[in-house]
Antibody, heavy 123, light 105 residues
Framework: QVHLVESGGGLVEPGGSLRLSCAAS??????????MTWIRQAPGKGRDCLAY????????KYADSVTGRFTISRDNPKNLVYLQINSLRAEDTALYFC??????????????WGQGTQVSVSS | EIVMTQSPATLSVSPGARATLSCRAS??????LAWYQEKPGQAPRLLIY???TRATGIPSRFSGGGSGTDFTLTISSLQSEDFAVYYC????????FGQGTKLDI
């Protein structure tokens, strides 16, 4: 049974930083065989795919809206995916999900998701 | 960015009835469309991918259709556990999601 658990969210002041983690378990093959992604949903707004990372970590892509403040990475021996967010702004307040990607050729959907971790940015 | 528009925002139906949810893309996405179900406090669940292929373990009462810009998710004979929010997502380009349709009793 595939299981994804996000952590690391919380209340942060504007300008601060956070590192979100996603712990994966139950993958039928090895964790490093799968692309992973981070997606967020801000209150009253749509769901945004922020970034994805290949199984080996060598292929990373970010949404155009991610202005260099976000960094996705992974630790395969530990079955973890990370999202580092710097210079946090009020508009980063959202529920952040990690998910596993499926598909090919840059066309991806998400077959397993975590329940999300809440990030709130406020002074 | 491809904009996904779902309708209606809320759909009120009775258990045992049939529900049809719509999703429209601002430009063609071929058949690169997925549907998800989401319940409070639970992880989103993949229902349909490639517009009409059911994901593993999804009951046959869920069916997807359409291609290009117009898509539907049909749930025949609604069960109590089907009342949830449903999202569509295109993956012909950078993934984008619809705003969701809440299926209400």
């Amino acid at each position: 049974q595939v299981h994804l658990v996000e952590s690391g969210g919380g209340l942060v002041e504007p300008g601060g930083s956070l590192r979100l983690s996603c712990a994966a378990s139950g993958f039928p093959l090895t964790f490093s065989d799968y692309y992973m992604t981070w997606i967020r949903q801000a209150p009253g707004k749509g769901r945004d795919c922020l970034a994805y990372i290949s199984g080996g970590g060598g292929h990373i892509k970010y949404a155009d809206s991610v202005t260099g403040r976000f960094t996705i990475s992974r630790d395969n021996p530990k079955n973890l995916v990370y999202l580092q967010i710097n210079s946090l702004r009020a508009e980063d307040t959202a529920l952040y999900f990690c998910a596993r990607l499926r598909g090919t050729g840059g066309r991806y959907y998400f077959d397993y998701w975590g329940q999300g971790t809440q990030v709130s940015v406020s002074s | 960015e491809i904009v996904m528009t779902q309708s209606p925002a809320t759909l009120s139906v009775s258990p045992g009835a049939r529900a049809t949810l719509s999703c429209r893309a601002s430009q063609s996405v071929s058949n690169n469309l997925a549907w998800y179900q989401e319940k409070p406090g639970q992880a989103p669940r993949l229902l349909i991918y490639d517009a009409s292929t059911r994901a593993t373990g999804i009951p046959s009462r869920f069916s997807g259709g359409g291609s290009g810009t117009d898509f539907t998710l049909t749930i025949s004979s609604l069960q109590s556990e089907d009342f949830a929010v449903y999202y569509c997502q295109q993956y012909n380009d950078w993934p984008t999601f619809g705003q969701g349709t809440k299926l209400d009793i």
